[in-house]
Nanobody, 124 residues
Framework: QVQLVESGGGLVQAGGSLRLSCAAS????????MAWFRQAPGKEREFIAG????????YYVDFVKGRFTISRDNAKNTMYLQMNSLKPEDTAVYYC?????????????????WGKGTLVTVSS
């Protein structure tokens, strides 16, 4: 049982940067694999980055690799997404998600809990 709240979205020009945060309330944040998803206008929600329980393993889809960095601070019950070199096609609502698991693997689907999302708009 965990509640997730995203923050940090906004308007940025192409080439700029934003840092998203996901604050989690719950007893055992470290028992959750975490991930970021996004949904652009007229498109399906898609996985973009995931991180395992300890933060030692991460996984990115190809179109954000090298530009985005996912991280977590289990002592603060918070996950982050640092987004650099932003492009107009990155415009979307970004969602934080959690999956309770005993596995050490990154999780890319079947998430148990979701935040309400934060809007990122990248202008050209």
């Amino acid at each position: 049982q965990v509640q997730l709240v995203e923050s940090g979205g906004g308007l940025v020009q192409a080439g700029g940067s934003l840092r998203l945060s996901c604050a989690a309330s719950g007893r055992t944040f470290s028992s959750y694999a975490m991930a970021w998803f996004r949904q652009a206008p007229g498109k399906e929600r898609e996985f973009i980055a995931g991180i395992n329980r300890s933060g030692r393993s991460t996984y990115y889809v190809d179109f954000v690799k090298g530009r985005f960095t996912i991280s977590r601070d289990n002592a603060k019950n918070t996950m982050y997404l640092q987004m650099n070199s932003l492009k107009p096609e990155d415009t979307a609502v970004y969602y934080c998600a959690a999956e309770e698991t005993s596995s050490t693997l990154v999780v890319t689907g079947g998430m148990d809990y979701w935040g309400k999302g934060t809007l990122v708009t990248v202008s050209s």
